[in-house]
């Protein structure tokens, strides 16, 4: 909509003397200062329109709060997005929700604007604004209409500020019953012009450094320029060293189109986002999503790590034919024998504008009534085989259990070393969201600011003292969370940072010593490391007696070099756990308790507080060595070379 107003104030189609002030406001990222609003709207010749833009079902109760209180200040207020296209999608008449915004003055607006979006702002420019403008049956061609634009100050708001959305394509061909986009966008496919698309990234690229894109189309393999878009993107790479990177959304039958994942890898796609939904094919019917087969999913994802492009899958908890047992059995089959780097997980909802929604009101089943909760991550219908808490349960149960530090030491050791860290810190962002800050990663972000005065309706307003001791509270126990996040992805980088061959052999036969005598590799005396190296040698020639040289020119460290590598509290490289240090503070913790304090020994106690320092600031190093680059390029607009440079 922002780059749809722009276009509109550029051509002057509303008066050549006309002065504009477009603000953008995302309640994300930023604070809606209602009362300063309507005290710039209050001006003499000033004339204003606030526009409630992309409303999803659980904002739509925020959405009406702001209304409700702009229309108090008599300004004219426009509200749309999937909520209302959805709605007024499936339905001839406005539900209950949304006629009560009509009846206050609302203007709603279902359907896609491009087209329609100069004549929306004369009716409202001269106090025309209709009830209802309902363009759903009216979906406009995209090929030439006005792209996205970016916003750098807004785009500064965020840690990634090189990083923006563009939709190559709209609509996608599938039927799926849970799903609003086929019924908002329609099932008829249509695309943006490709070379528009390459000038609009090669402008944001010179005047924005923007270098990250998501690719928003529901189902970019089905863009039929997906092969034009990604060799454009190959030539921009090779020939003007433009390293733009981004993610898709893709079906599961993507991995079959010849050449798609090959040219997606050239073109610069790290991630690709894929709706699995279910691994129990009863449900996959049920839903219509009968081109998900599972038999050839662990291909699918297989494919896509030949290319060294990480997949991102959604798992949708409350089909049918879920069950605790079954969903706790797919989740372990999911990280088993499929394998995806990411999975974001949902509770089956019953989203305004899918078939699901429209079957349930029609058959008088229950379904809630607040949209808060139609988020995907609340219980929100009744399930034929689970109860609300059961359903709850299994939800919060399939993320503990796939991004438990067992299943991400298994991710990390099977991402490349160019993915490693991207990867990494996607975990330890997803374990923040869901753990510490319980809610769920697509919405969350690092820290959450919390505004006194910005409450649901209903809810009292704190004193500013009360609001201040519940918010130290709350980050006090954040902190102590974030304390033990930090030492459980130490313990993961432990086991899974890349060594060397040689380094990575001793490290696994220190694991088995290790389980067999309970040590750190300091304790070993230097003839047991010595051996233990000789042991890893002779089992690396064994494995590879015809390779190159290189393998060859492995030599037992001298017992002087051990030595310096034993005392050196630098060196850590044969580090592989935090279990010797965790084992010593729980075994201090105990005498403490038990008022045991003189068997505690000052020198092994000073020896591992350093150790434990020394290797925290280790793990820091290697972390910030990737991820300050990454900020001072989003920030700076440093870009990385690419790898042919």
């Known amino acids: 909509m922002y780059g749809l107003t722009l276009d509109v104030k550029e051509r002057k189609v509303l008066g050549e003397k006309l002065n504009w002030h477009i603000e953008l406001i995302d309640e994300t990222v930023q604070k809606v200062d209602v009362r300063k609003i309507i005290k710039r709207s209050s001006g003499k010749d000033t004339k204003s329109i606030v526009c409630l833009v992309g409303v999803q079902s659980n904002q739509f109760v925020r959405a009406s709060d702001l209304a409700i209180e702009f229309r108090k200040s008599n300004i004219d207020v426009l509200i749309g997005g999937f909520h209302i296209s959805g709605s007024l999608g499936m339905s001839h008449t406005p539900p209950p929700e949304i006629k009560n915004l009509i009846d206050l003055g609302v203007t709603v607006i279902a359907g896609e604007a491009e087209g329609k979006w100069e004549g929306i702002l004369e009716d409202g420019l001269h106090n025309k604004l209709k009830p209802i403008y309902n363009f759903l049956c009216e979906p406009p061609d995209i090929r030439f209409t006005p792209l996205p634009q970016v916003n750098k100050e807004y785009l500064k708001r965020f840690i990634s500020s090189n990083y923006t959305t563009l939709d190559c394509g709209r609509g996608c061909p599938f039927g799926c019953s849970f799903c609003t986009v086929i ?378 070099l051990l030595w310096l590598r034993k005392y050196n509290v630098f060196s850590q490289s044969l580090t592989y756990s935090r279990k010797p240090f965790a084992d010593f503070w729980k075994t201090t913790q105990k005498q403490i308790s038990d008022m045991q304090i003189h068997y505690i020994s000052i020198r092994k106690l000073l020896s591992i507080v350093v150790q434990e320092g020394l290797l925290f600031i280790n793990f820091s190093c290697f972390f910030l060595s990737w991820l300050v680059p990454h900020l001072c390029r989003d920030v700076f607009g440093f870009s990385r070379k690419l790898e042919s440079v």
């Open 183 to 560: 019924n908002v966008h329609g099932r008829m496919m249509r695309f943006r012009d490709v070379d528009k698309i390459i000038d609009l990234l090669k402008e944001n690229y010179y005047k924005h450094k923007v270098l990250f894109y998501f690719f928003t189309d529901d189902n970019f393999s089905r863009n039929k320029n997906w092969e034009a878009i990604f060799d454009r993107l190959i030539k921009l790479r090779q020939e003007e060293r433009i390293p733009i990177e981004f993610m898709i959304q893709a079906d599961t039958q993507s991995y079959k189109i010849p050449h798609f994942i090959e040219k997606a890898s050239q073109a610069g796609c790290q991630h690709a986002f894929i709706g699995m939904e279910s691994l129990n094919p009863k449900n996959l019917q049920s839903a219509g999503k009968k081109h998900n087969r599972v038999e050839e999913f662990k291909e699918l994802i297989s494919e896509y790590r030949k290319y060294n492009i990480d997949t991102h899958i959604a798992y949708i908890v409350g089909f049918p034919f879920d069950t605790p047992k079954s969903v706790r059995e797919d989740i372990e089959f999911l990280k088993s024998e499929i394998g995806p780097e990411q999975a974001s997980f949902f509770i089956m909802t019953p989203l305004p504008g899918s078939q699901d929604h429209t079957e349930l009101k029609q058959s008088n089943t229950w379904i809630d009534s607040d949209f808060n909760k139609y988020d995907s991550f609340h219980v929100t219908m009744v399930h034929p085989n689970m109860t609300g808490d059961e359903l709850m349960s299994a939800y919060k149960d399939a993320w503990t259990s796939f991004y438990s530090p067992e299943n991400m030491i298994k991710i990390l050791k099977r991402v490349s070393r160019k993915n490693y860290w991207e990867v990494f810190m996607k975990c330890l962002f997803y374990k923040n969201s869901i753990f510490i800050e319980n809610g769920h990663p697509m919405i969350e972000g690092i820290i959450r600011l919390k505004d006194r005065l910005q409450r649901r309706s209903g809810y009292k307003i704190d004193t500013p003292l009360r609001h201040f001791i519940k918010q130290t509270k709350e980050n006090f126990h954040k902190l102590k969370l974030w304390m033990k996040l930090i030492l459980e992805m130490e313990e993961i980088w432990l086991q899974t940072r890349h060594r060397s061959v040689l380094e990575q052999v001793v490290v696994e036969k220190l694991q088995k010593y290790w389980k067999a005598s309970p040590k750190q590799w300091r304790d070993l005396k230097l003839k047991e490391l010595k051996s233990v190296y000789r042991s890893a040698i002779a089992d690396i020639m064994k494995s590879a007696p015809k390779m190159d040289p290189p393998w060859k020119r492995l030599t037992i460290p001298s017992y002087f």
